[in-house]
């Protein structure tokens, strides 16, 4: 049985510790995600938060939810143990677990990004829960190189970006995120993407030229630089800085939420494609609809605020 969903109300107050502001990227910092196209911080978790977050998960995968969506929609990852040992996806986590939620909603993690973008609302766009496995030869385990923005063409704001939280230490052993360094300053060729041509759907080669592509049509080279993470540290990445990751080689499975995040001005905007046809993201057959009759990216029930406030 599902439960009415409880999320932070539209007046919320957040407020930060001395000790939280201290952990906040300064302003060189801030310039140099600006720069680089990521960022990666000081410890915004502790070991408790994060064994509470993968015990959650676990409960998760064992079929545990508060509650469901209401529609199913078109492009959802959701893996499920028939899927077998294959890298899981699983959006919405944030809205199904109750545990997970609160966790991700945590608001010194708004205030970095709200930092980082520039804003003084970051609200959740998605949250997508991912375990890899220690199987190095699984081919789902190899993420080819993409960028967000692609996959958010529904979406009016430049500035939207991903907290990438791992579980544990995060290095290049066990598959961790690694960033195209200054690729979000790219002018972008035509590629024809959006949500309904998921990167996991594509060939790996193509995706490859297709950044090699971009890079020499800028002038640029394809510098690539893995994001060694600790424990209780985050991974930020702007919406168009190109990423990737690699196998598995560890003994353990590489645990981790990908946290999509957007700033308050961000809104729907209808976008298609080349041959006409409308592109659908999941959202927009999810959250309620604006008095106009558009998708509401701030539904507090999918898209809950994490910080709002001048820092």
Known sequence: MTSPHVTTTPHATFRLTDAERALLPTPEEVAGYL?????????????????????ATEKYYEGHRDRTLAVRPPNLAAW?????????HNDYVHHESD?????LRKPLLGAVAALLAGAEEIRI???TLIYKPPVPEEPSNQVPWHFDRH????????RML??????HDCGEENGTITMVDG???WRELDSGEDSSRHFAQRDRSELEELLAENARFNGQQVRKVPMLIRRGHVSFHHCRTYHGSGPNLAADPRRAVSLHLQDGANEYRGHTRPDGSPVVYNHDVVVRRTPDGRPDYADPDICPPIWRGAL
């Not at 991903?162 to 579980?167: D, G, S, V």
């Open 35 to 55: 720069e680089h196209g990521w960022y990666l911080s000081r410890r915004l978790f502790s070991d408790e938060e994060l064994d509470t977050l993968q015990a």
């Open 80 to 88: 499920e143990p028939s899927h077998g040992p294959v890298q899981r």
């Open 99 to 103: 545990a997970i939620g609160e966790i």
């Open 125 to 127: 766009f998605q949250a």
């Open 151 to 158: 996959y958010w063409q529904t979406s009016t704001s430049e």
């Open 162 to 167: 991903t907290a990438f939280i791992p579980f």
């Open 183 to 185: 690729s979000h300053r």
